[in-house]
Nanobody, 114 residues
Framework: QVQLVESGGGLVQAGGSLRLSCAASGSTLSLNAMGWFRQAPGKQRELVATISSGGVINSADSVKGRFTISRGNAKNTVYLQMNSLKAEDTAVYYC????????WGQGTQVTVSP
């Protein structure tokens, strides 16, 4: 089993920056890819960015050039640096990890005021 705990959400003005962190515990040696998804009110959960254990990154077109995903040296942490935030980035952001099955964090709220 793997547990994921996010931190770093909050309220920021448009154009500002936030950094999300996610720490994995438990059977972390089995973790392969990690990443971030988000869900805005009334919308489906969507991919933000993922990064494999080998460093291969997949990200949504809407965040390219603004958001950067990275993993810690121990591979059991994942970060999302969010710059040039827009009101449409407002959502609950979920940490995700995969190790034979999908694992999710509890989510952290990111609110961008216009």
């Amino acid at each position: 089993q793997v547990q994921l705990v996010e931190s770093g959400g909050g309220l920021v003005q448009a154009g500002g920056s936030l950094r999300l962190s996610c720490a994995a515990s438990g059977s972390t040696l089995s973790l392969n890819a990690m990443g971030w998804f988000r869900q805005a009110p009334g919308k489906q959960r969507e991919l933000v960015a993922t990064i494999s254990s080998g460093g291969v990154i997949n990200s949504a077109d809407s965040v390219k050039g603004r958001f950067t995903i990275s993993r810690g040296n121990a591979k059991n942490t994942v970060y999302l640096q969010m710059n040039s935030l827009k009101a449409e980035d407002t959502a609950v952001y979920y940490c995700w990890g995969t190790a034979y099955q999908n694992y999710w964090g509890q989510g952290t709220q990111v609110t961008v005021s216009p």
